[in-house]
């Protein structure tokens, strides 16, 4: 068989010498110049499909001036405004709903040609994504457990600082912050967030005065910098929002340590340093070890919750759901009350 392109015509010729016949198959030449840039179409069509810049951030994984900037430059390009900004809310002008329309449907049948190569993909290989603290510190403990569940299988954990939903697109599953309904995907909760302070057991021993909540002020604290809170689209959980919340009365002062990513934290909060806020689920084995002590009973439940996402082409697949059952099975003592 030879293969001929006729660029004037449009056409792909398919000939094969074994039947002497010849295939035409038509297709539209796509100009690239007629083309806006491809990196503004998927800021755009999340931002139109939710009405939002800031939900469309957290979707794709940006912060949501990356977006505000992406529409921008397809505006320019395009010389016409696709959305009318209203105070805090937005809207498609009409030929923002022209436009819409088509990167939809375009959009979707990429996402469609990309599960289909997924599902067929080797049944072995298996790519989950999780933030960088739960692959750290929940994940990391259980690997042998999972590697024992299931030895066939080859596991790829994807780690990120921002919450992963963002990269459903090039992974099988995702352990997920929050999730509101999205076409293809299916979402099973695991749980609701804990937070509590914890200190070293050497750090307790040294300071003997630590003896209720109400005490807190009066101690070491190290803290989470605002820089890792940043990107994050959810409110910061740190000393001045958890202590109220436990019941302290009186003020926190952010003196202290400060460290940008929870790992450190953590590390920070083992070695001695001071007292810590921290999670339930990640913070279950340092506890358990007797790295790390609850100096006092009170703790908060947080209104976030984490689930299980996965690709609705995947729903019927016998490793999915058996992946679906050991994270439910593995979380099952944090939906405890």
């Avoid at 503004?40 to 990356?66: H, M, N, W």
């Avoid at 909760?189 to 630590?210: A, D, M, N, Q, W």
Wanted: net charge neutral; hydrophobic share 45%.
């Amino acid at each position: 068989m030879t293969t001929g392109y006729n660029a004037t015509m449009g056409l792909i010729h398919l000939s094969n010498p074994m039947d002497g016949g010849m295939v035409m198959v038509r297709h539209m030449i796509i100009r690239p110049k007629a083309l806006p840039p491809m990196s503004t179409l998927r800021p755009f069509e999340a931002a139109a499909r939710r009405l939002s810049f800031s939900k469309a951030a957290d979707e794709i994984g940006v912060t949501q001036a990356a977006v505000s900037k992406q529409v921008r430059a397809l505006e320019q390009h395009l010389g016409r405004r696709l959305f009318l900004r209203r105070g805090r809310h937005v809207e498609l002008t009409s030929q923002g709903q022209t436009l819409f329309q088509a990167v939809s449907l375009g959009l979707s049948h990429i996402a469609r040609a990309t599960s289909q190569i997924r599902h067929h993909a080797p049944h072995n290989a298996v790519s989950i994504a999780m933030r960088l603290a739960f692959a750290s510190q929940f994940m990391a403990s259980r690997l042998v457990r999972l590697r024992t569940e299931f030895p066939d299988v080859a596991f790829n954990i994807v780690s990120t600082e921002r919450n992963p939903f963002f990269l459903m697109d090039s992974v099988d599953m995702a352990i997920v912050l929050g999730f509101e309904a999205q076409p293809g995907l299916d979402a099973t909760y695991l749980l609701t967030e804990e937070i509590f302070p914890v200190c070293s057991p050497g750090f307790l021993k040294r300071h003997p005065g630590l003896k209720t909540i109400q005490d807190i002020p009066d101690h070491d604290l190290i803290h989470l910098s605002a820089e890792h809170w940043r990107d994050l689209t959810w409110e910061p959980v740190d000393w001045p929002v958890a202590a109220p919340a436990l019941g302290v009365r009186r003020d926190i002062e952010m003196t202290g340590p400060v460290f940008n990513n929870f790992e450190m934290l953590m590390s920070a909060a083992v070695s001695g340093l001071g007292l810590a806020i921290t999670w339930r689920h990640l913070s279950k084995e340092l506890l358990d070890q007797g790295h790390l002590v609850r100096p006092f009973k009170e703790s908060y439940r947080i209104n976030r919750q984490h689930f299980f996402v996965t690709h609705v082409s995947s729903r019927n697949d016998q490793l999915v759901g058996a992946l679906r059952d050991w994270f439910v099975a593995e979380t099952a003592c944090f939906r405890e009350d």
